[in-house]
């Protein structure tokens, strides 16, 4: 196999660096399983047949669900690309990490190499490891999956809307026709060498399909040592793109359409698995980024009745869909409804495999006792809202959660949803102080501060605990605590 070799796919000369590279004795957990991560893109709550989807469905999601865990508390680091990637691989709230929002192409920024990743922490157990998909946490050479402890790498590394974008950064807001993206140069790497490809939309049609084709091939082509498969698809993130085998096979248009080949995508990755006899040594965790891109309407996913969506810190946005399975070690049937998040994949995993964590603040936490079934009670308290570089927008204990006073884009339900394609509009509104009971009032619209002023207290009392450590920019605090810069691309 050849690394850094380019495998142009129509539009997506994705990027293709394909060359390759003592757990704790727990209750009945083989040591050392194989671990799959699959990462989905703006893929909404609501948008499994077991979190309620109409119109099509998702089977092989379903088994996966049925056969393991569903967390239906669970919760990403912040509704939003780069920094809930960023979380997801570290451990870290981003802004612990300095790295925030969606990284545009040539950002001067991306994921520290100094930080221990997930596949580095793996690595130091004999992992072999690779990444399939979107890695969004900078396009610079120094800040590439090969960088960051994968062996092998095939993707893009930003989002598929994101051709939309000239190289030099500026956004073309006019490039749009009929409700799809115009032929615009798409970025790529080989080898340190930026160049381009003019491209059209229809190639991405091939896109879910191409990364499970490489998925499938590591899985059959893995040698003895265990292995960590990172697959992050690009769908369901706008423009939407569906092959023909699936094209026009949902009564939800091409968004269900789309869901249907991620869920036989995933259907594929376990067959690999079975064929091999890896299923029963193979941890398989299912997520997504962040809640659903709601402004593209019929093009955007379910939030599953919860309030907004991506780019919120209300429960549509950051409250996604997780599952894990590891057959014949995860009781089948489990539904956890502890709160969880994202920052606990990395410390999990670590407890699992034996690696040590990383030297550094996490904020993560060992959420092993819920995968054995004990699921009355959570090791995780309390969660931070953050949004932005630095804006504490809400803080969370139990079913209770403290909506700070905060500026936020919204989409607003006076105003038309897009269409096909096209966005829809939004509107800035100045958020008030709300205390909000998700057991009584998932949907957030009912403030009852003025009925339980002592839970008041003490979600302002955690606000203060995170604005110390972490700092904050809506009430201009610096943190006191371990927090770090992003990398650099030009090393200074």
């Keep these: 196999m050849k690394r850094n070799k380019i495998i142009a796919i129509g539009c997506f000369s994705l990027l293709n660096y394909w060359g390759i590279a003592q757990s704790k004795d727990m209750v009945k957990m083989n040591a050392n399983p194989n671990i799959v991560l699959v ?17 099509y469905t998702t089977p092989n999601l379903d088994r996966l669900a049925n056969d393991g865990i569903r967390f239906t508390n669970f919760l990403v680091a912040q509704p939003v690309c780069t920094a809930s990637r960023a ?21 001067p920024i991306g994921l520290n190499p100094d ?8 690595k130091t157990k004999g992992y072999q490891t690779a990444m399939i998909g979107k890695w969004h946490l900078g396009d610079n050479a120094k800040f590439l999956p090969l960088q960051q402890g994968f062996d092998q790498y095939f993707g893009l590394p930003y989002s598929n809307d994101m051709w939309q974008v000239g ?23 080989e080898g340190n060498e930026k160049k381009s490809l003019i491209s059209s939309l229809k190639d991405q049609e091939k896109i879910t399909t191409t990364y499970t084709e490489k998925a499938v091939d590591y899985i059959e082509h893995a040698g003895k040592k265990p292995f960590f498969l990172y697959l992050a698809h690009s769908m369901p993130h706008v423009p939407l793109a569906v092959s023909d085998k699936f094209k026009g096979k949902s009564r939800q248009g091409l968004y269900g359409d789309v869901m249907m080949e991620i869920d036989w995508s995933i259907g594929e990755v376990v067959k690999a698995l079975e064929k091999k006899g890896l299923d029963k040594n193979t941890l398989i965790i299912f997520t997504s980024d ?11 996913g379910s939030n599953g009745g919860f309030r907004e969506g991506k780019t919120t810190v209300y429960e549509g946005g950051s409250r996604v869909p997780c599952i894990m399975n590891w057959k014949g070690t995860i009781p089948a049937g489990l539904i956890c409804n502890q709160l969880t998040s994202t920052l606990d994949i990395l410390p999990t995993i670590a407890y699992i495999t034996g690696a040590d964590l990383p030297k550094k603040t996490i904020d ?5 006792s819920l995968l054995k079934g004990k699921i009355d009670e959570s090791p995780r308290k309390y969660f931070y809202y953050y949004y932005g570089k630095n804006d504490l927008k ?38 008030k102080l709300a205390l909000v009971d998700l057991a009584n009032d998932p949907n957030e619209r009912y403030d009852v501060k003025d009925q339980y002023p002592e839970v008041v207290a003490e979600l302002q009392t955690i606000a203060e605990v995170a604005r110390t ?6 009430t201009k605090r610096k943190g006191n605590g371990d927090i770090r810069k992003a990398g650099v691309a030009d090393g200074k």
Aim: one cysteine or more; a negative charge.
């Design 39 to 55: 990462l989905m893109d703006d893929m909404g709550y609501g948008d499994l047949s077991v979190t309620g989807a109409l119109n």
């Design 87 to 107: 979380a997801l691989l570290t451990g870290c709230y981003p802004n612990r990490i300095g790295m925030y929002g969606a990284l545009m192409p040539k950002s």
């Design 115 to 122: 930080e221990t990743t997930l596949p580095e922490m793996l």
């Design 167 to 189: 190289y030099d950064g500026t956004i073309h807001p006019d490039d749009t026709v009929k409700g799809k993206y115009a032929d615009m140069p798409l970025a790529y790497l």
């Design 290 to 300: 962040n809640g659903p891109w709601l402004k593209f309407g019929n093009h955007a």
């Design 364 to 368: 993560g936490l060992n959420i092993i």
């Design 394 to 431: 809400a803080v969370r204990r139990d079913n209770w959660k403290l909506i700070l006073p905060n500026n936020g884009t919204l989409s607003n339900e006076d105003l038309p949803r897009g269409k096909d394609g096209f966005p829809g509009k939004t509107s800035t509104t100045d958020i």
């Design 469 to 474: 450590d972490l700092g904050d920019g809506l």
